[in-house]
């Protein structure tokens, strides 16, 4: 039987993803399992970018004119990537204390990885992908990776919340990602909520304020939201529930092992049950 390397915990935004990733490695571990948990916003994600810039060689060599008095840093701090540029600005700002003006801050934040055309982003991140399997492959430890919420929800983020693209591409994205980590023997965890819109509620209540305002205008201002004229928090919702409908779609047809558990009381202990079963 191939060894399981990998799980992955998806849901919508509130569903308790974050609860649950924590969980599954707390019950892991307690059988002796050694765990590397990569949770939302990790910046050294090793299969998805978290505040990476991409820039092509030229545009690289223009940024550095434009600012040529940050021209050391940033170049001191840019990695070259596939006749490119990879520049982690939030890791340069979060964890080496490197403070940009805000004009050259958004320059770069224009270049995000998740803010660069859809066909762009598909390519980089299933190359991340590819990556990511070879170095676990590459390597005798048998830990087992836990990854929050990139293997679906991003990619949907990307393709139908921000760039509205067909069902077929956005199933394409990530039916291949799944192809990509087969050899992994991957474990999919979905985490349903029967209503979304309780759900969404419950976290703009517990989250701050500038969480829900940027949350519903990303879902809203562009992509699928903007196309079809919803607004506000029932729009957020109205989205949301259209990649709610996508993503079970997604999950029927992808070819790993999968469970989908539903957590709409928000029980932690039968939830922690449920998974200590299917962790068996």
């Known amino acids: ?31 002796g399992k050694e765990v590397q948990l990569f949770q939302e916003g990790n910046l050294d994600h090793p ?19 434009t600012h040529e008095e940050y021209r050391e840093i940033l170049k001191s701090h840019a990695t070259a990537h596939d006749q490119g540029y990879l520049i982690p600005y939030r890791k340069m700002r979060e964890q080496r204390g490197i403070e940009l ?3 050259i801050v958004q320059d770069i934040f224009s270049r995000d990885i998740y803010e660069i055309s859809f066909e762009q982003n598909v390519k980089m991140i299933t190359e991340k992908w590819q990556d990511f ?13 836990i ?8 990619p949907l983020t990307m393709g139908l919340v921000k760039c509205n693209q067909t069902k077929e591409q956005n199933m394409q994205y990530v039916l291949d990602l799944g192809r990509i980590i087969h050899a992994l023997n991957p474990l999919l965890i979905y985490i349903d909520q029967k ?17 829900s305002e940027g949350f519903i205008n990303y879902y809203t201002n562009q ?10 928090v029932q729009g957020t919702v109205q989205v949301l529930q259209e990649r709610k409908k996508l993503e079970s779609e997604i999950y029927d047809l992808l070819q790993m092992d999968k469970v989908w558990l539903d957590n709409s009381d928000y029980d932690l202990e039968v939830c ?6 299917i962790l068996e």
């Not at 070879?134 to 048998?142: A, M, P, R, Y």
Request: hydrophobic share 35%; charged share 30%.
């Open 1 to 31: 039987m191939m060894t399981r390397r990998l799980i992955l915990i998806e849901g919508l935004p509130g569903s308790g993803k974050s609860t649950v990733a924590q969980m599954v490695s707390e019950i892991l571990i307690e059988k």
């Open 47 to 65: 299969a998805d970018y978290e505040g990476v810039a991409y820039y092509d060689a030229r545009d690289f060599e223009s940024l550095l004119k």
């Open 101 to 103: 003006p805000d004009h």
């Open 133 to 145: 399997v070879q170095n676990v492959l590459s390597t005798n430890d048998d830990y087992i990776t």
């Open 147 to 154: 990854f929050e919420c990139c293997f679906i929800q991003n």
């Open 195 to 211: 209503n979304i819109s309780y759900t969404f509620d419950k976290a703009v209540r517990e989250r701050p304020k500038e969480w």
């Open 223 to 232: 992509g699928l939201g903007q196309a079809q004229g919803y607004q506000g």
């Open 272 to 277: 922690r049950r449920k998974l200590e079963k």
